[in-house]
Nanobody, 123 residues
Framework: QVQLVESGGGLAQAGGSLRLSCAAS????????MGWFRQAPGKEREFVAA????????YYAESVKGRFTISRDNAKNTVSLQMNSLKPEDTAVYYC????????????????WGQGTQVTVSS
């Protein structure tokens, strides 16, 4: 059974930092891209960041560029999202995703999804 399990969410103050991790099990994802998405209450899910299988290419939503960093460790089958300079508008449930069905990684067409982890940023 393939599983993606996110961790590291919680409460942070504006300007603070959090680090999200996503641990994959059931198969290796070292040959596929992985990404992070988020969904705020009452809003549609949106792309946050994605990383190529090697880690050599990364992509970010404009809203998080310069503040968030995506990375992966293929030996551990994990992907992480370092979030700095957090803003209240970053409050959302964050989802890890793996193995996109589209070359447009910012589109939420992934074969595997985690259950999500809540991030709340207070002002």
């Amino acid at each position: 059974q393939v599983q993606l399990v996110e961790s590291g969410g919680g409460l942070a103050q504006a300007g603070g930092s959090l680090r999200l991790s996503c641990a994959a099990s059931g198969r290796t994802f070292s040959s596929v891209a992985m990404g992070w998405f988020r969904q705020a209450p009452g809003k549609e899910r949106e792309f946050v960041a994605a990383i190529s299988w090697s880690g050599g290419s990364t992509y970010y939503a404009e809203s998080v560029k310069g503040r968030f960093t995506i990375s992966r460790d293929n030996a551990k089958n994990t992907v992480s999202l370092q979030m700095n300079s957090l803003k209240p508008e970053d409050t959302a449930v964050y989802y890890c995703a793996a193995d996109p069905r589209s070359s447009r990684w910012y589109v939420g067409l992934y074969n595997y999804w985690g259950q999500g982890t809540q991030v709340t940023v207070s002002s």
